[in-house]
């Protein structure tokens, strides 16, 4: 059968980020701890057979990290413990952590390398701001509306005096609105037009290592590759 692992460490931060994909290998069967009981509150040991799994990287939390596996149908989740603060080099640079501050048997060291490649520069026509224009406009506030409930004049009644009473519940809504106000004035409107902006794409390739320890041996590696490409300016011309 087919076997389905998902480790669940660190990148830049512990703080949430994106998960990565990527393969599990497992020299000889490891014992970890994994969450049992409600919430996963408790722990229970679990052994992971040699072979290869496929895997994934997923932080939960500023101190945790999950290594998430689905052996013979069944989930588990094995939690890695990581003090808050601690960071995973972006780019370059490896990180230890030891098993008594994971809380699992073994030491975790991620060793995270990069390359970049750039591409030729190519062109676009994007718009851009040619001149700002003094141009004379009013600008008008709506009116608001306001409305209360009052006495029904079938309950209320004048006496010699002229003093009204209103006696019983019914009531009609009476409202009042307040007209608009306009202000006018100069303002500078931009006037847009047309430039020609140079550009070249820059593509980071990056290869995280994730090896787990006993001693100097490692017992279980995970290899995880990804790439990004950003596009930056270098270089306009006038805008016309």
């Not at 599990?24 to 069967?29: D, M, T, Y």
């Not at 509306?145 to 004049?153: H, I, K, L, Q, Y």
């Given at each position: 059968m087919k076997k389905f692992a998902v480790l669940a460490l660190i990148a830049m931060s512990v703080v949430a980020c994106d998960s990565?994909?990527?393969?599990?290998?497992?020299?000889n069967a490891i014992t970890v701890e994994k969450k049992s009981g409600f919430l996963g509150r408790k722990r229970e040991s679990v052994t992971i057979e040699e072979g290869q799994y496929e895997a994934v990287l997923n932080p939960t939390s500023k101190t945790n990290v999950n290594l998430v596996m689905k052996v013979n149908g069944k989930?588990?989740?094995?939690?890695?413990?990581?003090?808050?603060?601690?960071?995973?080099?972006?780019?370059?640079?490896?990180?230890?952590?030891?098993?008594?501050?994971?809380?699992?048997?073994?030491?975790?060291?991620?060793?995270?390398?990069?390359?970049s490649s750039r591409s030729g520069r190519y062109s676009r026509s994007e718009s851009c701001v040619l001149?700002?224009?003094?141009?004379?406009?009013?600008?008008?506030?709506?009116?608001?509306?306001?409305?209360r409930d009052v006495p029904?004049?079938?309950?209320?009644?004048?006496?010699?005096?002229?003093?009204?009473?209103?006696?019983?519940?019914?009531?009609?809504?009476?409202?009042?609105?307040?007209?608009?106000?306009?202000?006018?004035?100069y303002e500078n409107?931009?006037?847009?037009?047309?430039?020609?902006?140079?550009?070249?794409?820059?593509?980071?390739?990056?290869?995280v290592l994730a090896s787990l320890l006993e001693g100097s041996s490692a017992m279980a590696k995970f290899n995880h590759s990804r790439s990004s490409t950003s596009s930056h300016s270098v270089g306009s011309s006038p805008c016309y």
């Amino acid at each position: 059968m087919k076997k389905f692992a998902v480790l669940a460490l660190i990148a830049m931060s512990v703080v949430a980020c994106d998960s990565m994909k990527g393969d599990l290998s497992v020299k000889n069967a490891i014992t970890v701890e994994k969450k049992s009981g409600f919430l996963g509150r408790k722990r229970e040991s679990v052994t992971i057979e040699e072979g290869q799994y496929e895997a994934v990287l997923n932080p939960t939390s500023k101190t945790n990290v999950n290594l998430v596996m689905k052996v013979n149908g069944k989930k588990i989740k094995v939690p890695f413990s990581i003090e808050e603060g601690t960071r995973l080099p972006t780019y370059d640079g490896e990180l230890l952590v030891s098993s008594s501050e994971s809380g699992q048997p073994y030491d975790l060291k991620i060793e995270t390398s990069s390359t970049s490649s750039r591409s030729g520069r190519y062109s676009r026509s994007e718009s851009c701001v040619l001149r700002y224009d003094s141009v004379y406009r009013c600008h008008t506030t709506p009116g608001e509306t306001e409305c209360r409930d009052v006495p029904s004049p079938s309950n209320c009644s004048r006496d010699d005096d002229g003093v009204v009473t209103c006696t019983g519940n019914d009531t009609r809504q009476v409202c009042h609105t307040r007209p608009g106000t306009t202000e006018c004035g100069y303002e500078n409107v931009p006037v847009y037009g047309s430039q020609i902006v140079d550009y070249e794409d820059v593509t980071t390739y990056t290869h995280v290592l994730a090896s787990l320890l006993e001693g100097s041996s490692a017992m279980a590696k995970f290899n995880h590759s990804r790439s990004s490409t950003s596009s930056h300016s270098v270089g306009s011309s006038p805008c016309y």
